[in-house]
């Protein structure tokens, strides 16, 4: 289960984290192209504003791609099997790989915008396959945690981008095109390890049809002797859905028996992505500035916000089995209320004291650890917990959808919201952590240790009322 796992997020979850965290450190090396190239093809300057405009453009086509691969990613997973899926994903990162790579000696930054667009289809079928995959193997006693690697290669993903473009290592003028390109890497090795693992045991029962088939991927994933508690799990979840087929997104806008479990999944994917971790990441570099940390040393203490992330990942694998998702969640958001108001308060009184700026950085880094606690990993685990097998894949493509387009919103608005508002930014969204927090408090019943049918009972009487 473990080495699934690990086959399945090398390929997934990290390339999303890992594509986000490297285009930070060639950004000047990339105006630079972008000026030669503008230079030598038209034997003209290229002004401020129009590179501006491109680098904007290529910083952010990877979320409109994003967009598009969490539109297809349900569809890949139900007409190629969730394994089936991730290894037909790779062969689009590997051709992004090749045009980001070659966009450089060929002088054609179009090919960089092409690859930066087809990485974020990657990331965007990946970050829906992935979780779905997982969430769909692991035994009911330990899908908390095994669904936790979702979380943690994303922010694996982040920290191995945050090292790998210092410019000791690809970070450099010279080496920048293999910073890019070297997403092929974790794409080959999926490619590798992945065929080793069989298709998941639910769609090749519930979906296929295949019991035989089935029965074999779940004595490799669970052993011989434990396989059979899932088996009949599975073969009761097929019989309540009595053949139904798998449903589309737009079928689950108009089924009453998933009303409220679609708008859990999309507050909690909105809030994932409003909760301000944006926020905080733009402001770590000023807040070290004022603890008085050289500005070149900065990149190597921001090392520290990622390694802090990745940590809080690892350990919340172990909390889920003890505190269960719903505390994890609610307490995550409500510790990230609790720094956004300190921080604001920081911020403002900065001068009052010496010892103010360090009170910002310690800010920081519990606000990252409150957010890896909760909302950065038991949302994605929640979103296979409440839906069964029928409405799982249109479920994912739904959340995928709202979190790129949020994604792409923060990233417009942010900088308006910043200058506008300067530090009083974070009264936003501590308003926003607070009300996602008490939704989740009144709204979604624990999941540890239930079946998808039992969950599904659950949220029953909060679709048909209480007479139901």
């Known amino acids: 289960l473990l080495l699934a796992v690990c086959a399945v997020g090398i390929g997934g979850t990290f390339q999303y984290g890992y594509n986000v965290s490297i285009i930070n450190a060639p950004t000047q090396h990339i105006h630079k192209f972008l000026n030669e190239t503008w230079s030598s093809r038209y034997q003209k300057e290229l002004n401020a504003d129009l590179l501006t405009f491109l680098w904007s453009v290529i910083a952010s086509i990877f979320s409109l791609g994003g967009l598009c691969g969490a539109l297809i990613g349900g569809s890949m997973a139900i007409r190629l099997g969730r394994k089936g899926a991730l290894l037909m994903n790779n062969v689009i990162a590997i051709l992004a790989s090749i045009l980001m790579g070659i966009s450089f000696p060929t002088g054609l930054f179009e090919l960089l915008i092409a690859g930066r667009f087809l990485i974020g289809i990657n990331s965007g079928v990946g970050l829906c396959v992935q979780p779905l995959y997982i969430g769909e193997f692991a035994p009911k006693h330990l899908r908390g945690g095994l669904a936790m690697g979702t979380s943690i290669f994303l922010t694996g993903g982040i920290l191995t981008g945050q090292i790998i473009g210092l410019r000791e290592l690809l970070g450099g003028e010279k080496h920048w095109p293999l910073l890019l390109s070297s997403s092929c890497i974790p794409a080959l090795a999926q490619l590798l390890f992945l065929p080793w693992f069989p298709e998941s045991p639910r769609y090749l029962l519930i979906d296929r049809g295949d019991e035989l088939s089935c029965a074999k991927a779940l004595k490799r994933f669970h052993g011989s002797s434990e396989y059979r508690r899932e088996m009949e799990d599975i073969q009761r979840e097929c019989f309540a ?100 108001t300190v921080l604001t308060f920081s911020l403002t009184y900065q001068e009052l004291s010496s010892w103010v700026p360090y009170m910002s950085m310690a800010c920081v880094f519990a606000f990252i650890l409150s957010f890896g606690l909760g909302p950065g990993g038991i949302t994605n685990t929640l979103t296979a917990e409440l839906f069964v097998q029928s409405s799982r894949p249109a479920a994912y493509m739904i959340a995928g959808t709202v979190s790129w387009i949020s994604f792409f919103t923060v990233g417009m608005l942010f900088p308006f919201i910043v200058n506008g508002l300067k530090q009083y930014c974070f009264v936003v969204f501590l308003l926003e952590c607070f009300f996602v927090a008490a939704f989740i408090f009144l709204i979604i019943p624990e999941t540890k240790n239930k079946s998808f049918l039992e969950i599904k009972k659950e949220f029953h009487k909060l679709n048909f009322g209480r007479n139901a």
Not at 245 to 272: A, E, N, Y
Not at 308 to 324: D, H, I, K, Q, W
């Open 241 to 340: 859905l009595d053949g139904e087929k798998p449903k589309k997104p737009w079928q689950l806008f108009t089924d009453r028996g998933v009303r409220w479990q679609l708008i859990t999944v999309i507050v909690m994917t909105m809030g994932q992505q409003l909760s301000g971790i944006n926020a905080i990441y733009f402001y770590a570099t000023y807040v070290f500035e004022q603890a008085g940390i050289m500005a070149e040393k900065i990149p190597y203490v921001t090392l520290g916000t990622g390694v802090c992330e990745c940590l809080t990942a690892l350990s919340c694998v172990r909390s889920t089995y003890y505190v269960g998702r719903r505390c994890l969640i609610i307490g995550g958001y409500l510790l990230m209320t609790l720094w956004c």
